[in-house]
């Protein structure tokens, strides 16, 4: 990964962990699967991908990636001008680093609790 | 992101996990204080006990319930009236609160014959109200007195009572947090699936987490029912007994304070399938967004936009006029739980203050991961601090005010560092678009008070300025504004009422027509 896309995936990285909760979640599996979902449909939507979500499972998830979504476009301008594969580099450079400081590489003791 | 250990607590050198400062370029992943883990011995906690978490946290805020503590009368007592969690029915859960009131000989001779008259009594002296909770102390757990098979007696015996157990005992936990969870839990198991509701409209939730602290509940209430969103239950500030029995039948779980409502949250989603939603109550932009994000789940947009944009265009202003006399005014930030990450980037950005602080006292490293990540760099986070950390923390920050519970914040005081109460406001409430205003007018209260200013010399050793006269709070924070700031048309002061939520118990609402039939909402 070079500088520039590891640069802009942190600006967005620091904005989710700023301003949004839905990493959070309480266990490992809740934020591996929250993080999935959000993040793909953030990504699909940056790509120009219309999404119906259906099940109230997937609306909860597209509500949170559709705000995402929208203060991506409005905060970071530059990532509407990138091109695909370069928007794509930069999605993926982000759903690693979330995952990573929500999940492989949190310290948080509780997320393998097998109970809520 | 280096742990921090207090001079104050070299003595007790397992604290220096408990705290940690924010580098510049750090995160997360580097450092995470220690948390919901047992008070250390010779540190002075000041944490509250699981019994407490359960009850005055969770329990009582609902509001048409005898509250019954089995237990020594001081375990009620002790926190009576002390709460602010408001509700609608000339706050019957805030004006009388129960006890069985054990003494020795029941220690000795056992006390359910004792409860059994007290619940019986409760009732009698109260005919209107049918629900009741119990909860048991440390006292009467030790004891182990079968409450569970007492209220079942007393249900058969009396079918139109319902009675819910809460077996959350001082000792339960290590903290306040232990009864969160053990209330939560305890709800669902044992009340949710109940009673099945009869409900008329298309978009209904489950408003979690959410506690009615001086009407938050009420105003956030304002903007569903504007939404045309049925609140279902509301778990619990201001929330009914029998409703909180049908959260099954909620379309969604709209989640405020996760720290002690997400247990019941996510078993109602794997339970239920009933997705839960993570929102922010508190400032202009969380608050937006989060009204955004639940008209989007119910595909209601437009309802959303215009509350925010409303609401915005008539608060804004009179938020600005605070943010340009709060620039960089330094903050601690210490409340229980879920504040810290609620209101750390929020107060920063739409307050313009600098949190050099962020502590939990009975949080875990959920609430630890979300307010690190929220603050600024350089911010000290603290797990349970004890007294002398918080006061070395105060005469190491020097902050111009500090966010806590009223007995820390009435040691601050005696520092001369002013405070406002964290947990329950001073002129609340402070949520909503209005309520942020209402917060900001407490912080600018609060550092700009001109007796705080007068507390500041000590009559014992400093020289007493006879020469000039009293000041206001405004003399003060203008002082160094530019003419440009000071003077701005479009910038003023709160001009909200001094009750801002009574009325809305009256108010009528639009009446929406109900939509198609969505099967893969409902």
């Not at chain 1, 962990?17 to 490992?28: A, D, G, N, P, Y």
């Not at chain 2, 290590?174 to 709800?187: E, F, L, M, R, T």
């Not at chain 2, 839960?276 to 595909?299: C, T, V």
Request: charged share 25%.
């Amino acid at each position: 990964m070079n500088d520039e896309i590891k640069s802009n995936a942190e600006e967005l990285v620091n904005y989710i962990m700023k301003k949004c909760l839905w990493q959070f979640h309480s266990r490992t599996w809740d934020r591996k699967r929250q993080n999935e979902h959000i993040l793909d449909m953030t990504a699909r939507m940056i790509y120009g991908e219309e999404i119906k979500p259906t099940t109230p499972e997937e609306k909860c998830y597209w509500a949170d990636a559709m705000c995402l979504m929208e203060a991506f476009n409005n905060h970071f301008g530059w990532l509407q001008k990138m091109d695909r594969a370069k928007k794509e580099a930069v999605m993926t450079a982000l759903k690693d680093r979330i995952d990573f400081l929500t999940v492989t590489g949190s310290l948080n003791l509780e997320l393998t609790d097998t109970h809520y | 992101m280096p742990y921090h250990l207090f001079k104050c607590s070299e003595c007790i050198p397992e604290r220096e996990k408990h705290a940690v400062i924010k580098g510049k370029g750090e995160d997360i992943s580097m450092a995470l204080p220690l948390g919901y883990l047992n008070t250390i011995p010779g540190t002075i906690s000041e944490r509250g006990c699981a019994y407490c978490g359960a009850k005055h946290v969770i329990g009582t805020p609902m509001k048409d319930v005898i509250h019954l503590s089995h237990g020594p009368v001081g375990c009620t007592y002790d926190t009576w009236q002390t709460k602010r969690y408001i509700s609608d029915n000339d706050n019957f859960q805030l004006k009388y609160t129960f006890a069985s009131d054990m003494k020795e000989k029941h220690i000795v001779f056992g006390a359910e014959q004792l409860l059994k008259k007290n619940i019986l009594d409760a009732f009698a002296a109260f005919p209107n109200i049918k629900r009741m909770t119990i909860y048991q102390t440390c006292a009467s757990a030790l004891i182990g007195d079968d409450i569970n098979a007492l209220a079942d007696e007393i249900m058969e015996e009396n079918p139109d009572v319902d009675i819910f157990v809460c077996n959350s005992p001082g000792f339960g936990g290590p903290s306040q947090s232990g009864g969160h969870h053990k209330i939560n839990i305890a709800w669902i198991n044992q009340k949710v699936g109940t009673v099945d509701p009869k409900i008329d409209a298309d978009y209904v939730i489950n408003y979690v987490g959410e506690y009615n602290i001086q009407g938050d509940q009420e105003v956030m209430m304002d903007y569903f029912k504007r939404m045309g969103i049925y609140v279902l239950s509301t778990f619990t500030g201001n929330g009914s007994y029998d409703d909180l029995r049908a959260m099954h039948k909620a379309h969604l779980n709209v989640l405020e304070c996760a720290r002690s409502a997400e247990y019941i949250c996510n078993e109602l989603r794997v339970r239920y399938g009933i997705p839960r939603m993570d929102i922010d109550g508190f400032g202009f932009e969380p608050l937006s967004a989060s009204l955004r994000k639940i008209s989007l789940f119910f595909g209601i947009e437009e309802r959303a936009l215009a509350i925010i944009d409303t609401e915005t265009a008539r608060w804004k202003p009179e938020l600005d006029w605070y943010k340009a006399r709060l620039m960089h005014k330094k903050v601690c930030l210490w409340p229980g739980g879920s504040k810290l990450w609620h209101w750390a980037n929020a107060i920063h950005e739409e307050m313009g203050v600098d949190v050099v602080s962020v502590y939990t006292k009975f949080g875990h490293q959920g609430d630890m991961e979300k307010g690190i990540s929220r603050c600024e760099e350089g911010a000290l986070a603290i797990d349970d601090p004890n007294e002398l950390e918080g006061l070395e923390a105060m005469e190491t920050l020097q902050p111009d005010i500090i966010f806590t519970g009223k007995r820390p914040g009435e040691v601050a005081k005696k520092i001369r560092v002013p405070y406002l109460n964290a947990h329950a406001y001073h002129n609340g409430p402070w949520k909503g678009f209005e309520g942020w205003v209402r917060f900001a007018r407490d912080i600018y209260n609060g550092i700009y008070s001109p007796i705080h200013q007068l507390s500041l010399l000590d009559i014992s050793k400093d020289e007493i300025p006879t020469d000039q006269g009293f000041v206001t709070n405004r003399m003060l924070s203008d002082a160094n504004l530019s003419e440009e700031v000071r003077n701005d048309p479009n910038l003023h002061p709160y001009t909200g009422n001094y009750d801002n939520v009574s009325h809305l118990r009256n108010k009528k609402y639009p009446e929406f027509p109900r939509a198609e039939k969505d099967t893969s909402v409902a």
